[in-house]
């Protein structure tokens, strides 16, 4: 397993987290053999949408004594109603609800308090300007919840929770099809066939802006839907008409700013192990650009996916990442302090650059990257 830090909460999350999808009417033997598996494998990392009573006193059940070592996405708007889950704004069932999640769980905290999918402008100021939001920060504040964050499909409502100063984490539908898909308040549109039927190009600006708003703040983006709900890995179900390997999309999700880990919604604990074999998956297997490049009607051009096919640079530089430093610059309009300190850090800058122009030739989506190099030159200073 791979650990990254979850923006700036200071959470070392495994690269690949565990959602309660897959533990939707099992037992409680599965559910232990699952999260058993999960544990040895490394995955730290739960996400726990899911409202079922004895799903969660099944879950905890299999954490025993491993509760410590672990870190639980925790939410609230989820409701358990006429024995099904529930979305809901209404308050006191919202509070009922998440009081009960923890005491069934066997826990009091919850590292993650996570505002339940956020969609559209109307909702965004149901939960935010009303009393949701105000118990949310109570309990982070009485160390009931350690961090709040949001889930989101929309990357308007995403972007503006994100703006607003408290939210640390927003757990996001990342994968290449929805990231070509414009905004919209309806989630049914991420996968309608109607909104793969004309070309597509490059990433959706508003999607692109919020990674890196994400960014350029420290919040960290937990990654759910990378397989498309599966789709995405059988070429007759996908959008694209071509199918991605697991590690393919993983890899994918991983390469976005701000992402720390992808949550899987796994049913067997082979998915589990397919899901690990991304460790061990040589870069040319795990490179998704090969088929991102050949799509017939959608395309990516002109514009860094952050790939790293601009490699080998001569010199070493890092040029993905400097790109990838430089957009956060320009998205901006200043060099924030922390993207000055991530881009210093880099073992190579801009400035060794020789102008070979091999990263321009090596780029399979046409980017001119040695413009990039350039500019970043002109913005770091070196």
């Not at 300007?129 to 920060?137: F, L, N, V």
């Not at 919209?184 to 508003?206: C, F, G, M, Q, T």
């Not at 881009?343 to 091999?358: F, T």
Request: aromatic residues 10%.
């Amino acid at each position: 397993m791979e650990y990254r830090q979850l923006g700036n909460t200071g959470i070392m999350a495994g690269v690949i987290g565990m959602g309660s999808e897959g533990l939707v009417n099992k037992n409680s033997e599965e559910i232990c053999r699952l999260v058993s598996c999960a544990l040895e494998n490394g995955i730290n990392y739960f996400d726990m949408y899911n409202s079922d009573p004895q799903l969660h006193r099944n879950f905890g059940a299999a954490l025993g004594s491993e509760r410590k070592n672990i870190f639980i996405e925790g939410h609230l708007c989820t409701a358990w109603e006429n024995d099904q889950y529930l979305r809901t704004r209404d308050f006191d069932l919202t509070k009922r609800s998440f009081e009960n999640m923890m005491r069934n769980i066997g826990t009091d905290y919850i590292d993650v308090g996570m505002l339940h999918c956020v969609d559209g402008q109307e909702d965004f100021c149901k939960v935010f300007d009303g009393p949701i939001y105000k118990y949310a920060r109570e309990l982070k504040k009485s160390g009931v919840i350690k961090h709040i964050g949001v889930s989101s499909h929309n990357p308007v409502t995403a972007k503006m929770a994100a703006e607003l100063g408290d939210i640390e984490v927003v757990l996001f539908s990342v994968n290449p099809c929805y990231d070509m898909v414009p905004p919209s308040e309806n989630l049914e549109d991420l996968w309608a066939d109607e909104s793969y039927e004309k070309a597509l190009h490059n990433i959706d600006p508003v999607r692109e802006e919020f990674y890196l708003t994400c960014a350029a703040n420290g919040i960290g983006i937990t990654v759910m839907k990378a397989f498309g709900g599966g789709d995405l890995l059988d070429e007759k179900l996908s959008p694209f008409g071509v199918r991605l390997s697991t590690a393919q999309c993983l890899h994918y999700a991983l390469t976005r700013p701000a992402v720390a880990t992808v949550i899987g919604g796994f049913h067997k604990t082979e998915e589990i192990c397919e899901a690990m074999r991304y460790f061990e998956t040589p870069e040319n297997e795990r490179d998704y650009a090969p088929v991102l490049s050949h799509l017939e009607k959608h395309s990516f051009s002109e514009r860094c996916i952050y790939c790293g096919h601009c490699a080998p640079c001569p010199v070493k530089i890092d040029v993905a990442s400097v790109n990838k430093y430089l957009n956060l610059a320009l998205a901006q309009g200043f060099v924030p302090e922390t993207v000055a300190m991530h881009y210093s850090l880099l073992e190579h800058h801009a400035s060794e650059c020789l102008k070979c122009g091999s990263c321009d030739r090596n780029c399979p989506f046409g980017v001119h990257a040695m413009k990039q190099i350039s500019l970043a030159k002109e913005t770091f200073g070196y």
